[in-house]
Nanobody, 121 residues
């Protein structure tokens, strides 16, 4: 499984971005795709994940503002981020897990390179 995240950039507070995570060789053997983020000096944290069946989970940082979705035909998972805040500034990573409900970076077995999101006030 090879994952490629894209879609990061610089936006002002209140703006939106859509991140994409493309699995170049499908997601064989995995059961969920998650988005994590890591801000400077902070630990990597889960933002949201989606299972192969489409079940979703959001952490508090994402609830009400972010939406995770997937297009199985394109082997791509998206993270639509609205109402962005400066504290959302981080490198965002997508990762695949064999677990159905991953909760930590240790649950992920494949990682893509991150994409930087910068939100200015």
């Amino acid at each position: 499984v090879q994952l490629q995240a894209s879609g990061g950039g610089s936006v002002q507070a209140g703006g939106s971005l859509r991140l994409s995570c493309a699995a170049s060789r499908g997601t064989f053997g995995t059961n969920a795709i998650g988005w994590y983020r890591q801000a400077p000096g902070r630990q990597r944290e889960l933002v949201a994940y989606i299972s192969n069946g489409g079940s979703t989970h959001y952490t508090d940082v994402a609830k009400g503002r972010f939406t995770i979705s997937r297009d199985n035909a394109k082997s791509t998972v998206y993270l639509q981020m609205n109402s962005l805040k400066p504290e959302d500034t981080a490198v965002y990573y997508c990762a695949a897990s064999r677990r159905y409900e991953p909760t930590s970076p240790e649950d992920m077995v494949y990682w893509g390179r991150g994409t930087l999101v910068t939100v200015s006030s």
